[in-house]
């Protein structure tokens, strides 16, 4: 409805503030509740850190924390350490996005394929992959190859677990009645099957997004010169606190942005499965 009005020469006046104000709410409720909670979260961090914890070598402020990312972006290190992590992060994510819907697909289609992968899948996912960090860089050296290598193998697996779990989770019903009207094997897979199981396989790299994320920190931490984990561990070592939460709240940042633009991205492909309560 809209909120313009008419004077007495019948011209529409432009909508009202208040309405303006109503309609912009309507529109961004889920937004600003968020941001409501982030702002309220780093007043009460503010609050803490200068009233009960100042002086201590444990906690940073928030404006602390942000001065210390304005100091690193001067000096170079901060756009240093957000290439060599990006670079980690985007390699292993974009090889364990397109192996990770591969494999998934092709267990969910095929009981062979299952049977023989399911196997090593569920061990991998058992296994806690970060201790194999130390023997990829053994392998791979210090370099780029062993961090992507890392953040590959944690990203893949909730990939292909969900990407597998979509397409066996294809309502029978469905299958039947594309089965009665003589789609081909094809046609069902990629005109039911796919659909169907798209928003499981974008819950997925949702996953695989934390995980890959984990992945760069892990294997800046056991070897590395530059990155967020190496900015993490060097910032402890000198009893920094500000600079361990720059590294940490720039992981954190990426991985919010990255689970907004997902979200998106799964109302676009399949806004059947999403809607706001």
Do not use: C
């Not at 009665?180 to 949702?206: D, E, Y």
């Amino acid at each position: 409805m809209s909120s313009a009005t008419a004077d007495a020469t019948g011209i529409r006046s432009r909508p009202t503030p208040a309405r303006g104000f109503k309609r912009f709410h309507h529109d961004h409720v889920t937004a600003i509740r968020g941001v409501t909670t982030i702002v309220v979260l780093l007043l009460a961090w503010e609050f803490v850190a200068r009233v009960f914890m100042k002086g201590s070598i444990a906690v940073a402020a928030p404006t602390e924390i942000i001065s210390e990312y304005g100091k690193l972006a001067r000096s170079g290190d901060l756009w240093r350490d957000i290439s060599a992590s990006g670079q980690e992060f985007i390699y292993g994510f974009l090889a364990a996005v397109v192996v990770g819907i591969a494999i998934g697909l092709a267990m969910g289609s095929s009981k062979v394929v299952r049977d023989y992968l399911d196997p090593v899948i569920n061990a991998f996912y058992a296994t806690p992959v970060i201790a194999l960090g130390p023997l990829f860089i053994l392998w791979l050296g210090i370099g780029l190859s062993s961090k992507v290598a890392v953040v590959f193998i944690l990203a893949v697996l909730p990939i292909i677990i969900n990407t597998d779990t979509g397409i066996r989770n294809v309502d029978p019903h469905i299958l039947e009645t594309a089965n009665a009207f003589s789609a081909t094997r094809r046609q069902i897979f990629l005109k039911v099957m796919l659909p169907a199981a798209l928003p499981f396989v974008i819950s997925g790299i949702r996953l695989g997004v934390g995980r890959g994320l984990i992945g760069v920190v892990a294997g800046e931490l056991f070897a590395s010169q530059a990155g967020m984990g190496y900015l993490v561990l060097s910032s402890s070592q000198v009893f920094n606190p500000a600079g361990v939460f720059v590294g940490i709240t720039a992981l954190a940042i990426t991985g919010i942005v990255s689970m907004i633009l997902l979200k998106r991205l799964e109302r676009k492909l399949a806004p059947w499965r999403t809607g706001d309560a």
